[in-house]
């Protein structure tokens, strides 16, 4: 293959001279060389956007807890808006790009600024009510009802301490003489019986009486034991009014935070309800008022639900805007049957919360539709809807973000090695961290080992940029944060363990190899399977038809993988139709069908025949299915390869979608063409649409890279080892023939010239099996 090498001090002279008498194509001009160097620009520039720190030592942070989230300016306004008027907030977002973060610093600013008038300051006190189901609500001062039930137990004491030690002598005497007057019965009736055998019914009786009045006296002697053995017996005379003491349900001195998170809204921990009460005879039953407890609705100015979804899944919706709307309810019992079914309180309780809710797109859709929109009318009737940043545009203002979120995650890693290792510290030294550390990595570590967070270099700061990147598209950094912290640290562990005084590219790369996630060790392995696939088709075949996809698998986060995707084409003549096997999604469908009719155009333009053929299109062991149109270039390559019988090069992959000549971008790019960038798959490059250029950039950080043209078709060289050594070449293409060129070395003329030659062949054969 023809190539010329021109390095990035260059571009500009080789646009200015119209590439220097190159060869330009026609689909370029020399604003797309110009655009291409830019993109070789981008480490550059990246720098230049970090132009403030040679580390993160010298990086604050923020003392306002809400400017501690990042890339998320257009929540934290709305936060601050609503803040005001205590409105409420659904925030609509992606895992991880910082729903709980929010919730937490709205708290906080709204306990800083107007915290001492919405926490309540009334203790929330249960009364006895009407009969045994009932109770009364009243809201009073703590420090007075305080006083009031230790004056009334105080009294209860007094009376209990006067008074005469609990006894049942009187019951259990009068039960011991019925029970002696039916042994006497018994005895004299067995006496009559022998004379007079009907006696013996008397007897029968009278046997029975003594034998229950036996178990009623020690029933009896039983009660009194228990009586005394509590407070001497004494309690049992004044339980009744000890039942009648207020209980105290809320008492706001003793709440600290103004918001409770509930993971999973249901009637007991929103409401509150009644405990069971096991013991519900004998006089030891507990009054409904002590067996109440109050939810978050009464207790917690703020209610933040973590995940709206588990609302809709328990069915708590309902009570939920009823509350909402009438800020008050009632206390019931929440069981359908036993103990505190029937439980209820008399008057309302005050419930004016204020609610953060977050979810995810699936689950707003849903409340869309659920009753109308009820619940999103009533967030924005006092609030709003906050949709969450999913990925925020690189420049210098995220980028300086983005190295303060490094910073907290790093002062939050010192912290836990503080909590963890202080009390060692404290007794032992570092020494005794050393030593401690070496029984857990089964290894010798340096004599000046220090177990203590280090800062991170600017090389590693560049690489957090290029993962973000990489999990992004067109240009942006992904707002996905929680998988970074765990790499932040992972980094951390690398460098202590190394004793290095900083975070370096090298230990962000390695604990992206070590910190990896189930979907991509999954991928990881797929990719090592696909590259071995490759590898033994290459070795057995002529490589005619045979063309390496590239795809993506998306973890639940959205996260994604990408991995080649090895197809098989085959075209011959028959019915006007293409097949695409196995679990192939609608829009793969449609994609094959696409290809077929861009096929079909190109062997009309060529003047052939109109001739019927058969296209068959074969994902080589793709047992999860395929969906999508990204593989739609590799598939019409796969069929002209076959059909002109000229062989592809395997050692390239290709994404792309295909609308009639024309090349489109599709998305996952990043990942797709990093996936096979690994020197054990053994590619040389990669095939890509014009408009996805962009999502090169994060790949070139920390790398040699150069301009390359091939007949006229710009492409970017990663030298993926040092001293510029294992080079991979990345071309940017308009339309299917810039593919063919790069990955068949046949121009747009050959290609036709080809297919019209295979038609008249094909008619040939046709016209000769009909005579």
């Known amino acids: 293959m023809l190539e010329n090498c021109i390095s ?10 119209n590439c220097s008498g190159l060869k330009m194509n026609t689909e370029y001009n020399e604003k797309d060389y110009l655009d291409i160097a830019k993109v070789l620009d981008y480490p550059f520039t990246l720098k230049k956007n970090l132009f403030f720190m040679e580390d993160t030592s010298k990086i604050e942070v923020p003392k306002d807890p809400i400017e501690k989230v990042i890339f998320q300016d257009r929540a934290k306004w709305a936060i601050r808006k609503i803040a005001q008027n205590k409105g409420h907030i659904l925030m609509v977002g992606k895992p991880g790009t910082g729903k709980s973060l929010l919730a937490e610093m709205f ?30 609500i009243a809201y009073e001062n703590p420090s007075v009802i305080d006083k009031q039930i230790s004056h009334l137990q105080d009294k209860i004491e007094e009376v209990k301490n006067s008074t005469e030690k609990f006894s049942l002598s009187g019951l259990i005497k009068k039960v011991r003489r019925v029970k002696y ?8 009736s067995m006496i009559a019986g022998v004379f007079f055998p009907v006696a013996f019914v008397i007897t029968g009786f009278t046997g029975i009486g003594a034998i229950f009045m036996f178990i009623q006296e020690n029933n009896n002697k039983v009660q009194e034991k228990i009586q005394r053995n509590a407070s001497d017996g004494k309690t049992y005379v004044v339980k009744k009014f000890q039942d009648m003491i207020p209980e105290i349900l809320y008492d706001p001195r003793k709440e600290e935070s103004m918001m409770a998170y509930i993971s999973e809204p249901e009637h007991r921990n929103m409401k509150g309800g009644f405990r069971h009460d096991p013991y519900q005879s004998g006089n030891l039953q507990t009054p409904i008022h002590r067996r109440a407890f109050l939810g978050a609705h009464a207790k917690s100015p703020i209610i933040c639900i973590d995940e709206l979804k588990t609302l809709v899944k328990v069915g708590y919706m309902s009570n939920l805007l009823e509350i909402m709307q009438s800020k008050k309810y009632i206390l019931e019992g929440g069981q359908n049957s036993g103990s505190g079914a029937a439980d209820r309180s008399e008057d309302s309780i005050i419930a ?50 983005l190295t303060q979120y490094i910073k907290q995650e790093i002062i939050s890693f010192g912290k836990e090695l503080t909590n963890t290792w202080q009390e060692v510290i404290d007794e032992e030294g570092y020494e005794g961290v050393r030593k401690r550390s070496e029984q857990i990595f089964g ?18 700061v560049l690489e957090i940029v290029k993962e973000l990147r990489c999990r992004s598209s067109e240009g942006k950094l992904s707002s996905v944060l929680r998988p970074v912290n ?5 980094a951390e562990y690398e460098a202590i363990l190394e004793n290095s005084p900083l975070v370096t590219d090298k230990h962000v790369k390695k604990a992206l190899i070590d910190h990896i996630p189930l979907e991509g060790a999954l991928s990881k392995d797929m990719v090592k399977h696909k590259g071995d696939l490759k590898k033994h088709i290459y070795s057995l075949t002529d490589a005619i038809g045979y063309v390496t996809g590239l795809s993506v698998i998306t973890s639940g986060s959205g996260r994604m993988y990408g991995q080649p995707l090895p197809i098989h084409c085959q075209i011959s003549v028959g019915s006007d139709t293409v097949s695409a096997p196995g679990k192939t999604g609608e829009i793969a469908k449609a994609a094959a069908q696409n290809v077929r009719a861009a096929i079909k155009k190109l062997i009309k333009e060529t003047g052939s025949p109109n001739i019927g053929y058969e296209m068959h299109v074969e994902y080589i062991q793709a047992h999860g299915g395929v969906e999508g149109d990204s593989a739609s270039v590799a598939m019409d390559a796969g069929l002209i390869s076959d059909f002109i019988n000229h062989p592809v090069n395997l050692k390239y992959g ?43 950039e994060p790949l070139l950080v920390n790398c040699d890279a150069d301009l390359i043209i091939e007949d006229g078709i710009p492409g970017i060289r990663i030298f993926r080892s040092e001293e510029k050594k294992d080079p991979f070449d990345i071309y940017f293409c308009k339309t299917r023939y810039n593919v063919y060129r790069v ?14 030659e295979r038609v008249e062949e094909d008619l040939k054969s046709l016209k000769k099996n009909k005579v």
């Open 486 to 490: 765990g790499l932040i640290k992972t």
């Open 743 to 756: 990955i068949m070395g046949i121009t747009k003329h050959e290609v036709e010239k080809r297919m019209k």
């Open 654 to 696: 290709i994404t792309g979608s295909l609308t009639g000549d024309i090349v489109l971008a599709v998305g996952g790019v990043t990942e797709k063409v990093r996936s096979i960038m690994d020197l054990d798959l053994k590619m040389e490059g990669a095939c890509i649409p014009w408009q996805n250029r962009q999502d090169i």
């Open 443 to 460: 290894k010798p570590l340096p004599e000046d080992y220090i177990l203590k967070e280090r800062e991170f270099a600017k090389s590693a």
């Open 181 to 188: 007057t039916f042994i006497v019965a018994t005895v004299l």
């Open 352 to 401: 004016d919360n204020i609610f953060i809710a977050c979810c995810n797109h699936d689950t707003l859709e849903y409340l869309r539709k659920e009753g109308d929109g009820a619940f999103l009318s009533r967030i924005e009737d006092k609030g709003e809807v906050i949709v969450m940043e999913s990925s925020v545009p690189e420049n210098q203002k995220t980028i300086k973000e």
């Open 8 to 17: 990035l001090t260059q571009c500009q002279v080789l646009v200015t001279i």
């Open 107 to 136: 708290n906080k600013v709204l306990d800083k600024s107007l915290g001492d008038f919405i926490k309540p300051k009334k203790a929330i006190v249960a009364y006895p009510g009407k009969d045994e189901n009932n109770l009364r």
